[in-house]
């Protein structure tokens, strides 16, 4: 079984603090996810990684950034925390893309306070 | 743009009975995915099922079906015999064809009641 695993279940954390949050996948996918989930709002894609070193803006980069130095990890950077990024991250994984669409694959996702 | 829509932000229903959930897709293209998620409460989302949007039967899993209806962009997900642990949050989801990204409606909370 493919298994994403997410550094943190809950984090608390301070306005204006550096957040790093980690994701580690054990089936060597290409591509990699991470996700804001918000009632109401769904899930929605902040970042996607394609390749070691490559990362592609999903549809609300703002205030985050990422960092894949291996294919295995991929982390996601809240580079000054604020109160509006409260929220519960998903990280996902799939294998790239061929002949037949590969789904995604989750991790338990982490719930991030920011006080 | 390409959007999911989920009409029913929540639904209860009583075990043992048939519950569908609805989905609307908008999209341009000929060829894609469309799937079902399942989130537990506190636990990993999973997938469900997927449909190709090239074959004309409509996708089962067990108790799980679906209604594909690519003309009216509709896809709806029957729960057959409905179980306690049903109870989840369900995304439908779209991915275009070799796009290795996804596009997730808001969600339908169901509950499945004693």
């Known amino acids: 079984d493919v298994k994403v695993t997410q550094s943190s279940r809950y984090l608390v954390k301070r306005t204006g603090e550096k957040v790093f949050l980690e994701c580690v996948q054990d089936?060597?996918?290409?591509?990699m996810f991470w996700y804001r989930q918000d009632p109401g709002l769904g899930l929605r894609l902040i970042y996607f990684?394609?390749?070691?070193?490559?990362?592609e803006k999903g549809d609300i980069p703002e205030g985050y950034s990422v960092s894949r130095e291996k294919k295995e990890r991929f982390s996601l950077i809240l580079e000054s925390a604020s109160t509006n990024q409260t929220s519960m991250y998903l990280c996902a994984s799939s294998p790239a893309t061929g002949l037949s669409y590969q789904p995604q694959h989750f991790g338990d996702g982490t719930r991030l306070s920011i006080l | 743009a390409q959007t999911v829509t989920q009409s029913q932000p929540e639904m209860s229903v009583q075990e043992a009975e048939t519950v569908t959930l609805s989905c609307t897709y908008d999209t341009s293209e000929n060829n894609y995915y469309l799937f079902w998620y399942k989130q537990p409460p506190s636990r990993q989302m999973i997938l469900v099922i997927r449909?190709?949007?090239?074959?004309?039967q409509n996708a089962t899993e067990n108790r799980f079906s679906v209604n594909f209806q690519k003309a009216a962009k509709s896809f709806s997900l029957k729960i057959s015999d409905s179980q306690l642990g049903d109870t989840a949050m369900y995304f439908c989801a779209f991915a275009p064809l070799r796009d290795d990204k996804i596009i997730f409606g808001k969600g339908t909370r169901l509950h499945i009641l004693p």
């Open positions: 990684s394609y390749d070691v070193k490559m990362k």
């Open positions: 449909q190709e949007a090239y074959k004309q």
């Open positions: 089936m060597d996918h290409e591509n």
